[in-house]
């Protein structure tokens, strides 16, 4: 990595959605001053903007990303409360209908965020503007990379506004990050300068969604706050989720996979939850009011781009979020790995002061790896996904892990690891750990439990 000539003064964010965002939060420690550009005017209340279609779906805050995001905006999570989030006491207050069968009511062992996208992003920008060391330049998009002069290095972003008369204008940087998304165009700017592109891997399992908020009737249901019935591979493709949000509100998101789309209209969107694999979802929703129109969704590849694998890369940019690696968004993982990629950049510029490029990337690819692995690891069960194909290894993990999932549902101590993989607290190793594989050869397989176990007492 080579050195600055001097102290990095300005750094420039692609993109203000929360992976743009946080990064923000980092910089701010080590420039002068820091610009976010994004193409949206911001909402001066939580409110969903036209950049963030997916914000009109569930997003789950796992522990793993709470703790990134307190790091970074300390007492953020509690902010969230004082403004409606719920908090949900998992396993306690989650009622699972996992692929093998109902998981009994354990003690709690985390805790979930139950909010908006939008009540997330608002939160944290709101910091970000109180602190005041970072500029929001919106309505203006960033169409390409400036080149450093005399060096292998980035030296700003050439930006437009969106009125349809506008030109592009140079604006200089020392440091640049794509926080920009799945929509990135990284690969075609480095591609364009002489870098070359990324490989990339993808994995397609045909998941589509639609989602609809609704004021739910006291007691519908049943006092768990937290509804999720699982898929059945291969038979049972649809699956559904209910979960809190702020102002009493409550995010219903159905869920169907290889072609099994959840209709859009209100008559449909009641028959498909029917139709799962429990009524208890369908008959707490059947007499609520909806609050939204339904909305479909169909972007749910896992997609990555190896940047951290091209065999040229320039100093002063990074990408992160989205823009470099996407996962299926049923598994709440995105969110939690924004976070915890900003946390690892500003680890990077304590250690390396001034600079960044190919091991920073490098660094934060990692951060990306244990939910790469869970994720693509569970779509490829299902016979319709579109991806590589698993090798001996992978078929006896996976057969390992259903297994473990199936005993999670009786015995608490797997469940409770079983949790700590899945909300990233603990690596896709913990599983595998002589004392959790002995209960999990040993635990009893087969349901456990005819019907739901009855919730916490209130």
């Known amino acids: 990595m080579s050195q600055p000539t001097h102290p990095p003064r300005h750094a420039v964010v692609i993109g203000g959605s929360l992976a743009g965002l946080c990064a923000a939060r980092v910089l701010a420690d080590h420039v002068e001053s820091v610009t976010v550009v994004d193409r949206d005017d911001f909402p001066a209340e939580p409110a969903v903007r036209k950049g963030l279609p997916q914000a009109h779906h569930l997003h789950v805050l796992i522990p793993a990303g709470q703790k990134a995001l307190d790091l970074l905006f300390p007492d953020v999570i509690a902010g969230l409360h004082e403004h409606g989030a719920v908090p949900v006491a998992a396993p306690t207050e989650v009622l699972y209908l996992s692929p093998t069968g109902w998981r009994d009511r354990f003690p709690a062992t985390h805790r979930l965020v139950g909010a908006s996208r939008e009540l997330i992003d608002w939160a944290v920008r709101r910091r970000l503007v109180e602190d005041g060391r970072v500029r929001f330049r919106t309505g203006h998009e960033v169409v390409g990379l400036l080149p450093a002069q005399g060096a292998q290095a980035i030296g700003g972003v050439m930006v437009r506004g969106r009125a349809p008369a506008s030109m592009p204008e140079p604006l200089p940087a020392d440091l640049v990050v794509d926080a920009s998304g799945r929509a990135s165009h990284a690969s075609d700017w480095l591609d364009q300068l002489g870098y070359g592109r990324p490989k990339e891997s993808s994995v397609e399992s045909g998941l589509a969604y639609a989602s609809r908020r609704y004021s739910l009737p006291e007691g519908a249901t049943g006092g768990w706050k937290n509804i999720l019935l699982m898929p059945k591979a291969p038979d049972v493709r649809r699956g559904g989720v209910l979960f809190p949000i702020e102002n009493g509100k409550w995010m219903v998101t159905l869920g169907g996979l290889g072609g099994d789309v959840p209709p859009t209209d209100e008559r449909g969107f009641l028959e498909f939850a029917r139709d799962l694999r429990s009524p208890v979802l369908y008959e707490a929703i059947k007499n609520g009011t909806p609050d939204s129109p339904v909305h479909g969704y169909r972007r749910t590849a896992n997609h990555r781009r190896h940047y951290e694998t091209m065999s040229r890369w320039p100093d002063g940019f990074l990408v992160i979020g989205d823009a470099a690696c996407t996962f299926n968004p049923v598994y709440g ?76 549902n009786r015995d608490e101590h797997v469940a409770r690891v079983l949790a700590d993989v899945l909300y990233l607290v603990a690596p896709p190793a913990a599983l595998f750990r002589p004392g959790v594989a002995l209960r999990v050869f040993r635990g009893r397989r087969g349901p456990a439990l005819p019907a739901p176990p009855a919730p916490a007492a209130s």
């Open 333 to 408: 993982q995105g969110m939690t790995v924004a976070a915890q990629a900003a946390v690892l950049l500003d680890e990077h510029l304590r250690a390396h002061p001034g600079t960044f490029g190919r091991a920073a990337q490098m660094a934060i690819s990692r951060c990306s790896e244990a939910p790469w692995q869970i994720a693509t690891g569970a779509d490829l069960r299902y016979p319709t996904t579109v991806g590589p194909r698993l090798g001996r290894t992978a078929q006896v993990s996976n057969w390992y892990l259903d297994r473990a999932s199936d005993v999670a």
